[in-house]
């Protein structure tokens, strides 16, 4: 049987306050006739009047109550006062320790394995462009240290050498590959962070970076929606969540897209110069939501050419890499909360927003310039979707190297009746190139987990002292090193245990 | 159980058949001894078929009739009193053959059964304990050792008995039966005789329960610990390899299963209390009960797989209190009660 008390509040142990004075006697003792020996009687105290009172003789009993007076109450917050604290983001605590000597993500240390299991600083500027990306999400613990950092874990480092490669230091033959991969994992596994690792070495490596943070935004029918007229079947545009995604990338990458031309003819948009930037390109999406959705597609060809069109060679330079990252990716597999106008639900691939960021994950060299896409997962607000749970396990029987053919080879239960564009969606790539990968984030390693929780006793959350045994103990309460419970864990500030004060035996 | 046998008798006694002939001539000496079962009866009456019609109430009497008198008198019968003339046998009158004992001549008057406890409610149970009765005390010299050294034997339960002669036993007849075996069984073992250990065996429970040695348990030979443990509804088994502290719990991680870290840590208590938690790794099966029952099944069940691996642990282990069972369950709610203790509330009218 384990304790029963609470071994890491350690409730039980706290002393009690011990009683000083010894309790009043019932009966007083007489003072002032030490010689008595008898008891004082006192008279009986006075009854209490009920509230049920007798008025008159034959007459009812009224109830009489006091009113209860009333107290003057606070304002209820303003509109919408609620809903920004919950989502307030607070990167920085000034009542945290420094660390000393934390490194800061750069270009070098991003690839270097000797820095592994030691926490990264993001870099500051950074910060308010990682924001504008929504790439910090609230309840993430970023409140508790002095600035934000991220452990540089192996997958870190393999995807920091990925970002190395496609961006071509050197002439590498990876230059210009997209990587496509589906993040999954474990409750706490850390996979909204790896996207915004992938963010920032983004950044650093001068990609364009468009984020959906929440792709549930775009199915639970929040934001307004038309069809597209002459489209079959039916499409829907979101006008104001791309005009939202517009906003979002030009706060980010500001740096990039202004540096860079319109390079191609874009018919539909009458307010564009041969000399404007593709800044101001996104702007006329987010001054006009009509045009959002048009202004998109004239960005997304932009992004992804290679040349420029006859007649406009003047000003044009490579295009970068770009970076895909979307969080939550099971709300894009089911039906949404919008309505046709037969009042069925509308399935997410019909969305034209989700679609066109889905289908990037099918065709072959899908980012024209390279790039890389990160589609992860969620398990905390996660419908469940048999199809997609289909989809995945066949992919990943794939990398496993399980042929389709073979028996062993997942399929969808007779009966079941799976959703057959998303089983399309994670049929094997048919060209050599860029197939479609799954990466599956675990627990941290030992030496990770160390470093890991040393950085929060050099923040001066851990009162500890870390060593093997300790941090093995933690690693294996961790369920093998998820970092979310481990950082449950570390930040789990408990009190010293207090020694009971012993009763001391009364000497004769 | 000696008590049982004179009610026996007496019912053999009336289960006497009346046949006719020989008692007739019998002297009234022997017609005592000739008295038996139908079956065996009908042997002496082997060759008289010719004086049959007679009724039995003559049979006291001991003058026969002129007209019964014959030549085939059984050999055993002593010879009439009155009118025969030993001296005039003819000298071709040859000796009657053997009576065959195997066959009757002569059908029953009615049929009886083999049984002689058929008519007493329990036949079958009744012929045991005659049997058992008799080898007791054919036996009875034998040297016996003490009732702790007797080997242990899983006799029939009550209801089983019953089953097996198919008859309403009660029990403390039951009892008595037993003692019968318990002093059988004391027989010093290495002279107990054939018969009375093939009667004895009858009375065995199938599978006999003691007959496996508990044997203790150990490592297997690819060093995993095998180990349960239970608390409130639930049962956990563990298997316990070397390793470093790598959990399993029904298939899923520590984490997916228990989401407090008071669950995870009670868990493993027995692990951390003795600073073993990245020595061994575990692969759990638990099943029935809440979170805190399987996180406690755990618990228990680590601690026993623990000290399969370290038996020198046990001090440190029952100091934490790993190795104490916990075997309360669920008190069972109670008729006028609102719940197992509570009582309704109050009320004046």
């Known amino acids: 049987m384990a304790s029963a008390w609470c071994w890491s509040c350690l409730s039980r142990l706290r002393p009690t306050p011990r009683a000083i004075l010894p309790p009043p006697a019932v009966t007083p003792r007489i003072t002032s006739a030490p010689f008595h020996s008898t008891a004082v009687q006192y008279a009986n105290p006075t009854k209490k009047k009920s509230s049920l009172v007798a008025t008159k003789y034959r007459q009812g009993q009224v109830l009489k109550r006091k009113k209860k007076a009333k107290t003057e109450r606070a304002r209820p917050p303003a509109v919408g006062e609620r809903k920004a604290l919950r989502k307030r983001i607070v990167l920085s605590n000034p009542n945290a320790l420094e660390v000393e000597g934390m490194k800061d993500l750069s270009p070098e240390t991003m690839v270097d394995s000797r820095l592994r299991g030691s926490v990264v600083g993001l870099p500051v500027p950074m910060l308010e462009r990682l924001r504008a990306v929504q790439a910090f999400k609230p309840k993430q613990g970023w409140s508790i240290f002095r600035r934000p950092g991220t452990v540089l874990r192996r997958d870190t480092i393999e995807m920091g050498r990925l970002f190395e490669k496609i961006s071509g230091d050197g002439d590498a033959p990876e230059k210009g590959k997209v990587i496509k991969k589906i993040i999954t994992g474990m409750k706490g596994s850390g996979k909204t962070v790896h996207l915004l690792q992938a963010m920032t070495m983004g950044f650093l490596k001068n990609w364009v970076v468009i984020t959906v943070p929440d792709a549930r935004d775009l199915v639970s029918g929040d934001t307004a929606y038309s069809p597209v007229e002459g489209s079959k079947p039916t499409q829907y545009v979101q006008p104001n969540a791309v005009s939202a995604l517009l906003t979002r990338t030009v706060e980010a990458n500001r740096q990039v897209l202004s540096t860079l031309k319109v390079s191609q003819k874009h018919p539909g948009l009458s307010g564009l110069k041969p000399t404007s930037t593709l800044e101001d390109l996104a702007k006329l999406g987010f001054q006009d939501a009509a045009i959002a959705w048009t202004v998109f597609q004239a960005l997304w060809t932009e992004l992804n050419a290679t040349a420029a069109a006859p007649g406009m060679e003047n000003n044009f330079e490579a295009r970068p890499p770009m970076l895909v990252a979307v969080d939550g990716l099971a709300h894009w597999m089911t039906e949404t909360a919008y309505r046709d106008a037969d009042f069925k639900p509308v399935h997410a691939h019909d969305l034209i927003f989700v679609q066109h960021f889905l289908s990037l994950l099918k065709s072959g060299q899908s980012l024209k310039n390279g790039g890389m896409l990160l589609y992860a997962t969620s398990t905390s607000n996660n419908p469940s979707n048999y199809s997609l749970e289909v989809g995945l396990n066949q992919l990943a029987a794939r990398q496993a190297g399980i042929a389709p053919t073979s028996e062993e080879y997942p399929q969808p239960e007779a009966y079941s009746n799976p959703n057959a564009r998303v089983l399309d969606l994670f049929k094997p790539a048919t060209g050599k190139e860029s197939a479609l990968e799954l990466q599956t984030l675990g627990g941290l390693a030992r030496d990770e987990t160390r470093g890991f929780l040393e950085y929060f006793a050099h923040s001066g959350l851990l009162r500890e002292s870390v060593n093997e045994e300790w941090v093995g103990e933690k690693w294996t309460l961790s369920g093998g090193g998820i970092i979310g419970e481990l950082e449950k864990l570390g930040r789990h500030v408990r009190t010293a245990a207090q020694p009971v004060a012993q009763p001391v035996a009364a000497a004769n | ?349």
């Not at chain 2, 009336?14 to 000739?34: C, D, H």
């Not at chain 2, 004391?186 to 002279?191: A, F, S, W, Y």
């Not at chain 2, 100091?319 to 009320?347: C, S």
Request: charged share 25%; no cysteine; net charge positive.
């Open chain 2, 1 to 349: 159980m000696a008590r049982p046998t004179y009610g026996i008798v007496q019912a053999m006694q009336s289960l006497r058949l009346y046949s006719p002939s020989s008692y007739r001539l019998a002297a009234p000496a022997l017609r005592r001894q000739a008295r038996g079962y139908a079956t065996e009866t009908g042997n002496t009456t082997g060759d008289v078929q010719s004086s049959s019609d007679l009724p039995p109430t003559d049979l006291p009497s001991t003058e026969p009739p002129a007209t019964e008198l014959s030549s085939t008198q059984p050999p055993s019968a002593a010879p009439p009193l009155a009118e025969a003339p030993p001296s005039e046998i003819p000298p071709a009158v040859k000796a009657a053959p053997e009576i065959n004992f195997d066959r009757f001549n002569a059908q029953p008057a009615r049929i009886v059964p083999a049984s002689p406890s058929y008519f007493s409610g329990s036949p079958r149970f009744i012929d045991n304990v005659l049997k058992l009765e008799s080898l007791q005390a054919k036996y009875a010299s034998l040297p016996t050792v003490g009732a702790g050294e007797a080997p242990r034997m899983a006799w029939f339960k009550l209801a089983q008995f019953r089953d097996y002669v198919g008859e309403p036993v009660p029990m403390k007849k039951y009892k008595s039966l037993l003692k019968i075996l318990q002093r059988l069984n004391r027989i010093q073992p290495e002279m107990v005789p054939g018969e009375v250990r093939s009667e004895l065996n009858n009375f065995l429970r199938p599978g006999n329960p003691y007959a496996a040695q508990n044997v203790p348990r150990t490592v297997d030979e690819n060093g995993r610990a095998r180990a349960k443990g239970k608390r409130k509804e639930s049962t956990a088994v563990v298997q316990l390899v070397e390793g470093e502290g790598e959990i399993m719990v029904n298939g899923k991680s520590l984490v997916e299963m228990f989401q407090r870290v008071h669950d995870r840590e009670s868990a493993l208590w027995a692990l951390r209390s003795t600073q073993r938690m990245d020595k061994y790794n575990a692969w759990i099966t638990v099943k029935g009960g809440g979170v805190t029952g399987q996180a406690e099944a755990i618990t228990l069940a680590i601690a026993r797989a623990l000290l399969l691996h370290e038996p020198g642990l046990k001090p440190v282990l029952r100091k934490a209190g790993v190795i104490t069972v916990d075997a309360r369950r669920v008190e069972r709610k109670k008729p006028g009660h609102v719940k197992a203790r509570k009582m309704p509330t109050w009320v004046k009218r």
